[in-house]
Every structure is written in C-alpha cells, then in structure tokens.
Nanobody, 126 residues
C-alpha cells in the first residue's frame, strides 16, 4: 500500500508563494492529486496529475493560472507550486492517490482516491 507524506505548508501574507511536497512510498501512483479543505468549506480537488499512457493535469478554476502540479519521478514526489496566494486559499492541503491501476478518466472522480496523506496547513493572511 502506498503511503503519502506532505510537507511545505506554512503561514504567509497574500501574494506570496509556497511549494507543497508529497513523498510517496514505495513509489508514486498513476493518478495523484492535491485536495484542500478550508474552514467551513467542502473538500475541493484543486489539481490532479495523470501519468499513465501519456500525461494530463487538471486545475480547479479557483487556482488556475496560480497553482502548478508537477512530479519528480526519480524522487517519487508530487509537488504543488502555489503562487499569488490569497486568503481564500487558506486550508488544510492533502495529497491523495489512486492506489494501483488508474485510467485517465478516473483522475477526475474524487471517490477514486483511496490513499491520503495527513495534510499540511496553509494559512494566508491579508
């Protein structure tokens, strides 16, 4: 079973940048994503990465143009580069993976993600 460990969260002012990391062991999976849940808000899939037959990424409208998801396959690490952060980006950020086989269409279904990290907090002040 894959295990995920996030890091890189913190507190900063609006307009700043952070990079979150998610180390997967023993290795990354085909479908991986970043989710977040802010205070009083529903969980949101902010980005996902498919790396099976070809590659594909997805971004929620709320982060498009500001966040970038990427992988370092040699390090089995998933990243989320977050720029131009806003107070509304304040949330607990979770790395998630579809354990085992995954096709590209599955990456878009939240309930396919069955492996979760412990989360890392991001707090953006105005």
């Amino acid at each position: 079973q894959v295990q995920l460990v996030e890091s890189g969260g913190g507190s900063l002012q609006a307009g700043g940048s952070l990079r979150l990391s998610c180390a997967a062991s023993p290795r990354s999976t085909i479908c991986m994503a970043w989710f977040r849940q802010g205070p009083g808000k529903e969980r949101e899939r902010v980005a996902h990465s498919y790396a099976g037959t070809g590659t594909a990424t997805y971004y929620a409208d709320s982060v498009k143009g500001r966040f970038t998801i990427s992988r370092d396959n040699a390090k089995n690490t998933l990243y989320l580069q977050m720029n131009s952060l806003k107070p509304e980006d304040t949330a607990m950020y979770y790395c998630a993976a579809v354990g085992g086989f995954c096709v590209q269409s599955w990456a878009g279904f939240d309930d396919k993600y069955n492996v979760w990290g412990q989360g890392t907090q991001v707090t953006v002040s105005s």
